[in-house]
């Protein structure tokens, strides 16, 4: 897999770097694949709860919008949240916004029917973000709750 630059993430657009690496995925020797999301990919204007904080990271549209393809991918399996530092969140803005983007940008399972994959059964997801109140479409920020 490619390492992608945050310019480079821009010039591809998100949603489409999202769906590319989704459907790369989408073999038969794979079982599934797990999103590891470290917080501090987020620019510190957004995401300053992190220890190591570096400038000109994705806004919090561009990240929502290059999760939502991989989460809604039938392959995926999980997603882990890391780096996030509450001790540097005093007010939980920082943490509200992470939790936010997540829910967003996480499909609602069991809303659909089931399909068999591979002889096992599989989850449908429904759209992105579910119709939550608060999450927008592709490419937007979530907002307040």
Do not use: K
């Not at 570096?54 to 997603?79: F, H, I, N, T, Y």
């Not at 540097?88 to 983007?101: E, Q």
């Amino acid at each position: 897999m490619p390492v992608v630059t945050v310019g480079e993430l821009r010039t591809w657009e998100p949603e489409a770097l999202g769906d590319a690496t989704a459907q790369a995925f989408e073999i038969p020797q794979l079982d599934g694949f797990w999103v590891h999301l470290d917080a501090d990919v987020l620019d510190p204007t957004v995401m300053p709860a992190v220890d190591s904080p570096d400038p000109d990271g994705l806004l919090p549209g561009e990240l929502l919008a290059l999760l939502r393809p991989l989460l809604a991918s039938p392959r995926c399996v999980g997603l882990n949240v890391t780096i996030y530092d509450p001790d540097l969140d005093p007010d939980g803005t920082a943490g509200t916004l992470l939790t936010d983007i997540v829910v967003c940008a996480r499909p609602l399972w069991g809303v659909g029917p089931t399909r068999r994959r591979s002889g096992r059964r599989t989850r449908t997801p429904s759209r992105p973000g579910g119709g939550r109140p608060g999450c927008g479409p592709p490419g937007s920020a979530p907002g307040p709750r």
